[in-house]
């Protein structure tokens, strides 16, 4: 998708700012979001892209999903009774669940879903455990691990690539050749790229009954408005213009300078979120000079993370080099030392002792301004050391589509946030066999595995140490620290609650 210019961006607003008028007879009424970009795809199982959970997670619902806390909790599933040897998990489906298209979903829908997800998913990993799947009834499915899988909940509930169920005639298809028909609470309009996707209250939706609130991913998801629409406006000022004119009621993040003079002013509300997600820099591992661990070593020592954050992420960031968030009790000091040394003249030695030869690397990010900041501080740090760096920036689904293969890059920069939410589990998955770095870490794949496959929390704190320790001395990937995001609705919005995607269940509009 081309970038959507200023100008665009303008006329866009101009040609939106009468739709809160136009809908104000319409009962419930319809929310426009300004988002930062367009999805690279609204099929759930092949994309992790932040920007499309927050449309997809509205249309699609999980077997299990995420709580508040990042618990696996029921959403689809009723239940589910796990064998003693930990290798049979037996979901009993909630009955009377309707596909957007009036049917009615059954565990045929489920199993082809998951062997869809199996087959084509980009975080299939997350069920690389499963044996086999079989339906037994209409309301129950059996899955079968190869081994026992303690995070295996967690791992079917997480929402970063969902394993949404489809209808079996959809999960049927290949990647990106679906209808967008889910059990969500709002079903898919249109999607007009370069511009913005459309939902509408699924007016035949069956809230779960276990739950009376709304909890995370999960609980209960009443819809209070007509319509919701994503408007994608990747500038950050003309997304502020947007809002301060009325042509859009929530903005999914603002700077800091802006969030402070908007907090001056009774018409918007301010939602901290900190912290949201890591500032992640990749190296692809199956491209030279970035396979060579000591150039590795040499980038992470020439860094200075304060001033990669501060410039990145004013106001709203934390200089912390694990690789979960500090509040979690996984949080280790594991590899520290080597975190945040700043230190030119010890990059050097490292380069001296790498097989960098001169040759110019390449940083790929998306158009998201704090993601170019990051390569633009890389880049200078990097210079200062003899290493000569191109920035290549390009919308999101271009540079995801380079940045998920071995060639075409040697860095890459942008946001790690529902990992470290769902918790260690899901941080390791994304390095595992090389998905993260483009060559597989014989260390982080055991170390993961065995992870998986424990039962006490004891155990797993000491795996996840072994682990952020090989992430420093291999010099995997670089955490450069934790950002936040400034969310605003304006005085129109009532009972929004910030969370991982702006929920727009529960929220109702002033009319």
């Keep these: 998708m081309k970038k959507l210019s200023l100008g665009l961006a303008m006329g866009l607003m101009a040609s939106i700012a009468i739709v809160p008028a136009a809908f104000a007879q319409t009962p419930g009424g319809e929310i426009i979001i300004a988002s930062v970009q367009g999805p690279p795809s609204l099929d759930a199982h092949v994309t992790n892209a932040q920007v499309a959970r927050n449309i997809t997670l509205h249309v699609y619902e999980t077997l299990y999903a995420r709580n508040e806390n990042g618990d696996a909790v029921p959403d689809l599933a009723e239940s589910v009774t796990v064998s003693e040897d930990g290798k049979t998990y037996n979901f009993k489906l909630r009955e009377g669940v309707k596909f957007h298209n009036g049917k009615e979903m059954t565990s045929e ?133 947007a809002l301060e004119s009325g042509a859009v009621q929530i903005v999914e993040t603002v700077d800091g300078p802006t969030a402070e003079r908007l907090r001056a002013d009774p018409k918007y509300i301010i939602h901290d979120v900190l912290p949201f997600a890591f500032q992640v820099i990749k190296f692809n591992h199956a491209l030279a000079p970035t396979d060579d661990v000591n150039f590795r070593k040499a980038v992470q020592a020439a860094l200075d993370m304060e001033e990669i954050m501060e410039i990145s992420y004013a106001d709203i960031n934390q200089v912390d080099g694990g690789w979960v968030f500090p509040n979690s009790p996984f949080a280790t000091s594991a590899g520290i030392d080597q975190y945040n040394v700043a230190d030119l003249e010890a990059a050097k030695a490292f380069l001296d002792q790498s097989a960098y030869n001169g040759e110019t690397v390449t940083f790929i990010t998306d158009n998201l301004r704090p993601n170019v900041d990051v390569a633009t501080v890389v880049q200078s740090r990097l210079e200062a050391i003899g290493v000569k760096m191109d920035i290549s920036v390009a919308d999101w689904p271009t540079t995801s589509k380079i940045g998920f293969t071995p060639n075409g890059w040697n860095f890459w920069t942008h946001g790690f946030g529902i990992e470290p939410f769902e918790g260690p589990g899901t941080v390791m998955s994304a390095w595992v066999g090389g998905s993260g770095q483009m060559v597989p870490d014989p260390e982080i794949d055991r170390i993961a595995g065995e992870f998986n496959a424990a039962l006490t929390d004891d155990a797993k704190k000491a795996l996840f140490t072994e682990f952020q320790q090989r992430m420093f001395d291999n010099m995997v990937a670089i955490k450069a620290g934790n950002y936040g995001l400034f969310q605003v609705t304006n005085d129109k919005v009532e009972n929004f609650v910030s969370f991982r995607i702006p929920r727009m269940w529960g929220v109702t509009l002033a009319q």
């Excluded at 790229?193 to 709304?214: C, G, I, M, Q, W």
């Design 109 to 241: 829908d489920v199993v082809a879903s998951i062997e869809r997800y199996r087959d084509i998913g980009v975080s299939k990993t997350l069920v690389a455990a499963v044996d086999t799947v079989a339906a037994d009834g209409p309301y129950n499915v059996v899955i079968t691990l190869k081994e026992p899988q303690s995070v295996f909940l967690d791992n079917i509930s997480s929402p970063r690539a969902p394993l949404a169920i489809y209808p079996a005639e959809e999960a049927a298809k290949g990647a990106n050749e679906i209808d967008y028909i889910g059990t969500g609470p709002f079903k898919f309009v249109e999607y007009i790229p370069d511009s913005h996707v459309t939902l509408e209250k699924f007016a035949d939706y069956v809230p779960n009954p276990a739950y009376t609130e709304r909890d995370g991913l999960a609980g209960k998801k009443e819809v209070l408005i007509d319509k919701v629409t994503f408007r994608f406006i990747p500038e950050a000022g003309a997304r502020t213009a």
